[in-house]
């Protein structure tokens, strides 16, 4: 099979760790007899000092003329200062509104080989965190009105949340058939205390939930939430919840796994196209520097053969090859234990990859 893909290099560390999974995509091609096409685009920060503008007209038709869509990380601290229509995260905004990608898939859970490495104690850990984060992509307060204007109190800033019923459908449904296929669990996350928009999400998942008899539905309110991921991490199977919730949350996630730099992440519509991404951001204090950990881009590699191409023995190839390296006790700097000396550069860390898919 033949897949044109888009590369949204980005930003920072982006492109070292786009390049260590374009390595893995091509290896895996060959070993199945695939082949791939990648073609560079500009998206982001260096989108910005090309062009002017975050996402380029040029970028959008291209991804939604690609198969799929690879992405390091958008974002730093020179194009802080800018007005909120030329930041570089609207390029993300922009890509998934343009391919319609209303679902974020993050899986987050503690490699056997890093337990170490997570903050929470081993008796918080020991039965095992295998938690599939669902996160609504286009609506919420990210999508909703805002502005500024003038009050009593000078001038006031608002950003709107607001969610319909058919987006809250669909992404309880893509939750609920995620769970078919796992622990038969879903934990819905909202304010339905104080949000009326969190009461309607609550009411419709309800309703989806009808639909799926086999499958418990838990609902959770956010803040209660943030601190059971903490204290008890293992009774979560899977989680859905709205964009800004999700956000957060499976940042949060992140960390309890022991580092942001191994959760891989994809973003989904109703077409086969999607866009793969890290779930961390462009660390430019690390930036051209041969640190950065290149696991979550290449699992997100991973996720692009499986949800976009339907090739799970080439998902699967991936992901073993990175158990078996962890394993084996090879690490980067922010997966480095105590008992480790010297931790492997991002072409390191990609070339024992490379090694491992046999």
Known sequence: MDFNIALLKGDGIGPEIVDSAVAVLDKVAAK????FTFTPYLAGGCAIDATGIP????????????DSVLLG??????WDTLPGHLRPEKALLGVRHALGLYTNIRPAKIYPALKGASPLRPDIIDNGVDIVMIRELTGGIYFGERGRRQGAGGEEAFDTECYSEMEVERIARVAFETARKRGHVVTSIDKANVLESSRLWREVVHRVAKDYPDCECVDMLVDNAAMQLVKNPSQFDVVVTSNMFGDI???????ITGSIGMLASASLGDTKCGMYEPIHGSAPDIAGQNKANPIATILSAAM???YSFDLEDEAVCIEKAVDDVLEAGYRTADILGSSDTKPLSCTEMTKVILDYIK
Do not use: I, N, W
Request: some cysteine.
């Open 32 to 35: 199945y007899g695939h082949k």
């Open 73 to 78: 990380a958008v974002g730093g601290p020179k």
């Open 55 to 66: 996402l380029p007209e040029e970028t959008v038709k291209a991804c939604q003329a690609s």
């Open 304 to 306: 692009m053969f499986r």
């Open 249 to 255: 949350l499976s940042d949060e996630s992140s960390q």
